[in-house]
């Protein structure tokens, strides 16, 4: 029987993992919901690859506390290649449960899709992965080593933290991480750049207390108008960010981010503009973005006839490779300070960083696994980037230099991932792991 044959005959069973893993409510925050959820589904993880043939598959505890499923499955020639394989297991929590269409936690199948938290990120991913090793069976010329870690969405950090004094244990010449996707549902693709980030929280104070509007304003400074004002200067008139010394002018190279597709896949309301002065790809994936998450001050609702004495912001900026995250938080500091106006005193808290990810794509692995795409799709892979970041990317590539790293899964736009209503095409599920198949199958012939 063919691979394709394999795993078409494999999706019920790939359906019934995935409904049981969405069933367990693995959000890493026990003050949303109990750390025995990300327990079951490490262990439901553990269980699943130990039946594939990882027989030594354990739990390691990570420097956050949360647990990564760590295992082997040597083949019989000692001198293939290793392939390491990651997912997480760990969720983002549901938001408004009001605003699903279907329980978060209860894989539903509306319009053939999958709908669940973490049916696509990265429960999909993980399925995917036992879907492709079913359907290989014993027939697996590579050794295999596995990664699947229950932290990644809380970004605390723990398998960054265990990585390097680990480098042994995960060591390999290819790693698959799949936590990313296609750039739709059926054009196979490689993410092969990440943007890196800065988060800030920056604080305006300029009076003591409230003092009444009609008495004071006008000659009082304002916090709110004061930050209000600052942050207007962080994008132009044409929606670039325009943060002082950082590059926005930089161009994307691979495949296009077509902008009626974009559109469609951001839920743009109508009549609104895209952003920039650039191509879609080149505002998502070469160019500064800053973002303004959240903002302290009066609610409309209860809100005073008085001059704010303070007010923050909480600030996403996201930077392409070619920016360190060290410049970009010195550049978007130095910009703040020197737009605030009227002497008003200004704190600026980093919260976290990251750096951005390039990915080397001259090796074996990028040639069999656009192969393996070729033969799965009937198409071309195509070079994509991705705005969000994977700061273990940027571990694994210094950990291992000599690794190529290869950015794949099942999460294209329509997935709506850390959104209500996050679903899977079971045909990307099917797809996927049929690339991955296909890849174990030939990437020790490819390398020669």
Excluded at 360 to 384: H, K
Aim: net charge negative; with cysteine; proline share 8%.
């Amino acid at each position: 029987m063919e691979l394709r044959d394999r795993v078409a005959g494999l999706m019920e069973h790939a359906r019934t993992d995935l409904a049981e893993l969405v069933a367990i409510q693995s959000v890493a925050d026990p003050r949303q919901y109990p750390p025995e959820e990300c327990a079951r589904a490490a262990q439901w993880v553990l269980d699943a690859f130990a039946a594939v043939g990882f027989g030594d598959a354990r739990l390691a505890e990570t420097a956050d506390g949360s647990q990564a499923v760590v295992g082997s499955r040597p083949c019989a020639d000692p001198d293939a290649p290793t392939v390491l394989l990651y997912a997480h297991y760990d969720v983002q929590p549901p938001l408004d449960e009001q605003a699903w269409r279907t329980p978060p936690f209860a894989l539903t199948e509306v319009n053939d899709r999958w709908y669940g938290r973490g049916s696509a990120d990265c429960k999909g991913n993980i399925v995917m992965h036992l879907t492709a090793l079913r359907a290989l069976g014993d027939d697996i010329p590579v050794n295999l080593k596995l990664v699947v870690e229950g932290s990644e969405e809380q970004g605390t950090g723990g398998l960054e933290a265990f990585v390097p004094p680990n480098a042994e244990l995960l060591r390999a010449d290819t790693i698959l991480v799949c936590d990313t996707g296609n750039a739709s549902v059926g054009v196979p693709a490689a993410t092969v750049s990440l943007r890196g980030l800065v988060n800030v929280v920056v604080s305006v104070e300029a009076l003591a207390s409230e003092i009444h509007s009609g008495m004071f304003g006008g000659a009082a400074p304002d916090a709110l108008a004061a930050l209000v004002a600052m942050l207007a200067t962080l994008r132009d008139g044409a929606g670039n960010t325009v943060v002082t010394g950082l590059d926005n002018e930089q161009e994307w190279s691979g495949e296009p981010y077509p902008p009626e597709q974009f559109r469609t896949d951001a839920g743009m309301a109508e009549g609104t503009s895209l952003l920039g002065d650039g191509s879609v790809s080149d505002m998502l994936w070469a160019r500064p973005a800053v973002t303004i998450l959240g903002i302290d001050c009066p609610p409309v609702i209860g809100s005073a006839a008085a001059v704010s004495p303070k007010a923050r912001a909480r600030l996403n900026l996201r930077i392409p490779p070619g920016t360190t995250p060290d410049e970009a938080d010195k550049a978007l500091r130095e910009h703040l300070l020197a737009a605030a106006p009227w002497g008003v005193h200004v704190t600026i808290d980093t919260e976290a960083t990251g750096s951005p990810f390039r990915a080397a794509t001259d090796g074996p692995a990028y040639g069999a696994m656009a192969t393996a795409m070729q033969e799965a799709y009937g198409r071309p892979m195509a070079m994509l980037g991705q705005g969000g970041s994977i700061p273990l990317c940027n571990v694994f590539g210094e950990t291992y230099p000599d690794a190529e790293l290869f950015l794949m899964g099942v999460e294209e736009p329509q997935a709506l991932i850390h959104a209500p209503n996050e679903s899977v095409d079971p045909s990307e599920i099917a797809n996927m792991a049929l690339v991955e198949a296909l890849f174990l199958q030939r990437y020790s012939a490819a390398r020669g």
